[in-house]
């Protein structure tokens, strides 16, 4: 069975300052697909960043990107330059043989 | 494109009722998935489907069941509610072949059984 842990439920960060939420996994595929997903309160979950498997470069997406240790099946996303807008929860999920499956989440919360 | 649509946004129900919630994908999506969201158990998989078919089910017992018609439109019934379904239940659609592609969530129907 394929399984998504974030071990962060909570963290806070000062505006401008960077900050790095944690996610491992597990599955026995070698071709996953990982994703990191934001739901701002009380609004709709929006794709933030997009991992293939079979990459080895990590993505980025503006001021997120991700670092991808796949042999320690770590996919950790850090935030630079954090805004007020980044306050909301934060989803790590793991994606292969059509099963999705999601972190409990990160509530992270950008203090001005 | 109109993105993810989902009707009622809001439900209350008594336990022991039945519910259907419906999903509208984004124009050219053919799979939507279904999930449930509760502040003690996260997001949970309910199912998927694809062209009509539930091509992937999560671990909820038989009183949550769905289906897909022609148009992608989908729904979620839940039968002999209990306390424990209120739950923020999420639907997301994907591109046809849904390879790791992006997933396009819904705002959600929040459902609440007294």
């Known amino acids: 069975a394929q399984t998504v842990t974030q071990s962060q439920p909570e963290m806070s960060v000062q505006e401008a300052e960077t900050v790095t939420l944690s996610c491992t996994y597990d599955?026995?595929?070698?071709?996953?697909?990982l994703f990191w997903y934001k739901q701002p309160p009380s609004r709709q979950m929006i794709l933030v960043i997009r991992?293939?498997?079979?990459?080895?470069q990590n993505a980025t997406e503006n001021r997120f990107s991700v670092n991808f240790q796949k042999a320690a099946k770590s996919f950790s996303l850090k935030i630079s330059d954090s805004q007020l807008g980044d306050t909301a929860m934060y989803f790590c999920?793991?994606?292969?043989?059509?099963?999705?499956?999601f972190g409990a989440g990160t509530r992270l919360t950008v203090k001005p | 494109k109109a993105g993810v649509t989902q009707t009622p946004r809001y439900l209350i129900k008594t336990r022991g009722q039945q519910v259907t919630l419906s999903c509208s994908p984004i124009?050219?999506?053919?799979?939507v998935s279904w999930y449930q969201q509760t502040p003690g158990q996260g997001l949970q998989f309910l199912f998927e489907?694809?062209?009509?078919?539930?091509?992937n089910k999560g671990n909820f017992p038989g009183r949550f069941s769905g289906r897909q018609f022609s148009n992608s439109r989908s729904e979620m019934n839940v039968s002999t509610l209990e306390l424990g379904d209120s739950a923020l239940y999420l639907c997301?659609?994907?591109?046809?072949?849904?390879?790791?592609?992006?997933?396009?969530f819904g705002p959600g129907t929040r459902l609440t059984v007294t």
């Open positions: 599955t026995s595929e070698s071709n996953y697909y």
């Open positions: 489907y694809f062209s009509e078919t539930q091509r």
């Open positions: 997301a659609s994907s591109t046809p072949d849904r390879r790791g592609d992006e997933q396009y």
């Open positions: 991992q293939e498997a079979y990459k080895q």
């Open positions: 124009s050219g999506h053919r799979s």
């Open positions: 999920a793991l994606y292969n043989n059509n099963d999705m499956r």
